[in-house]
């Protein structure tokens, strides 16, 4: 089992940036592809940024991902938000090398984290 925890969510205002943070265990983090998806009121969950290995990024846009290796911690900037960037945000693994658009594609889900992009 992988357990991840999400931190770093909260207000900010149009134009500027947060980056959230994700700490996982529970499998050797180096075994890990990390993603992250987020969800709006009445929407489907929508991939948004994802991490493989060695340390590849696809799924770019507006959204970096990054990973620590010595803290297990992967992160997801996002710079210039707008109001439509408010959602729950959740990080997410598996054990496969591939970056998947589905959210039934991956094993393991964070509790999520939110974003509120208001002035």
């Known amino acids: 089992q992988v357990q991840l925890v999400e931190s770093g969510g909260g207000l900010v205002q149009p134009g500027g940036s947060i980056r959230l943070s994700c700490a996982a265990s529970g499998r050797p983090f180096d075994a890990l592809t990390l993603g992250w998806f987020r969800q709006a009121p009445g929407t489907e969950r929508e991939a948004i940024s994802c991490?493989?290995?060695p340390d590849t990024e696809s799924i770019k846009g507006r959204f970096t991902a990054s990973r620590d290796h010595a803290k297990n911690t992967v992160y997801l900037q996002i710079n210039n938000v707008t109001p439509q960037d408010t959602a729950v945000y959740y990080c997410?693994?598996?054990?496969?090398?591939?970056?998947?658009?589905?959210?039934?594609?991956?094993?393991?889900w964070g509790q999520g984290t939110q974003v509120t992009v208001s002035a």
């Open positions: 997410v693994a598996h054990e496969s090398f591939f970056c998947y658009t589905s959210p039934s594609s991956w094993d393991y």
């Open positions: 991490i493989s290995r």
